[in-house]
């Protein structure tokens, strides 16, 4: 994949401007409607059981979230992903923190037994859980998670028949055959809450637009991490504060140039 295929579906997500559902966590809320918003895609959260396949079936993209859950929420999961999968919309599902609690880890589990899911993005902790191998993780962050990230992104993307998305320091795309590796963003985007969930809606608004999926989750990771160094330059002086606003704002500015410049992108070849 090269860097005017990754800026040709920023283009697209602008044009189209893609209505994203998005069921998710009380800490990130508005966090990832103003993200999805300065991207160019349309958020809409709606999360009672009575609503929720009305909502999904005329979404781009459907974002399940686990950062808060409860069994009212489960229950809207499971109703708007089948729905979901009904109409052929993709489903992308960040499991925050399983692995932290079994409520966590059983749900997870119970989302990828239920529904077809296309993208799964979480820190090396949650997806090697969501694999069934445990790992610890501390409450929803990964901590020192050790071991072959590309590894067990291939096979958990064999095993659950999905693309696999791994973040930390560099982030592992992979749909079990093909892996990219991209080594963009900055250890900031830690100090602020959020950013690897509102990571997994940006990585709907690309599937929206896109139908190879693998294309639009490597699109999006080199996006995401683009724009947070850019942000992360500009306010080098200041702290966490002061990188989120500027993040909101990168969302919205970084072009096919910037991409051009400063995506770093590869094809790994596994023999
Ligand atoms: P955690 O709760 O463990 O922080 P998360 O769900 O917030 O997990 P991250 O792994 O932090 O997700 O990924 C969110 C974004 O932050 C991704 O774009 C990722 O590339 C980036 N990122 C995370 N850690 C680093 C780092 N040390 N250096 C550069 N970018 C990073
Ligand atoms: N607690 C439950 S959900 C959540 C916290 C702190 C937000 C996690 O966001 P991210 O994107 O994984 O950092
Ligand atoms: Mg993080
Ligand atoms: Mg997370």
């Known amino acids: 994949m090269d860097k005017p295929m990754i800026s040709a579906s920023l283009q697209r997500v602008r044009d189209v401007n893609p209505l994203i559902h998005n069921i998710t966590n009380v800490v990130v809320t508005n966090f990832t409607a103003n993200g999805l918003l300065s991207l160019g895609a349309s958020p809409v959260m709606a999360y009672a059981p009575e609503e929720v396949a009305d909502m999904a079936k005329i979404a781009g993209a459907l974002v399940l979230n686990i950062g808060t ?18 109409y052929g919309i993709p489903v992308i599902f960040d499991p925050v ?39 610890n993780i501390k409450g ?6 050790q ?15 999905t693309v696999v998305v791994t973040t930390g320091k560099e982030d592992v795309i992979t749909d079990g055959d093909t892996t990219y590796l ?16 509102l990571l997994t809606s940006v990585i709907g608004a690309f599937a929206a637009v896109e139908k190879d999926i693998l294309q639009a989750s490597v699109s999006a990771l080199t996006y995401y991490g683009v724009t947070a160094e850019i942000a992360a330059r500009k306010t080098a002086e200041q702290g966490p504060g002061s990188f989120q606003i500027e993040f909101l704002n990168q969302l919205s500015k970084v072009s096919s140039s910037d991409i051009d410049q400063y995506g770093d992108v590869k094809k790994l070849q596994i023999d």
């Open 69 to 86: 859950l409860n069994p009212v929420v489960v229950e809207s999961m499971i109703i708007a992903g089948k729905t979901a999968n009904e």
């Open 97 to 135: 923190g399983a692995g932290a609690t079994t409520y966590r880890t059983e749900t997870a589990q119970k989302i990828m037994n239920e529904i077809n899911v296309a993208v799964i993005r979480g820190n090396a902790a949650e997806i090697a859980n969501v694999a069934g191998k445990q790992s």
């Open 140 to 145: 929803v962050e990964a901590g020192n998670t």
């Open 147 to 161: 071991g072959d990230f590309v590894e067990l992104a291939i096979s958990t993307a064999k095993k659950l028949n």
């Open 182 to 197: 991209v080594a963009n963003g900055h250890p900031i985007l830690t100090k602020v809450t959020g950013t690897g969930c």
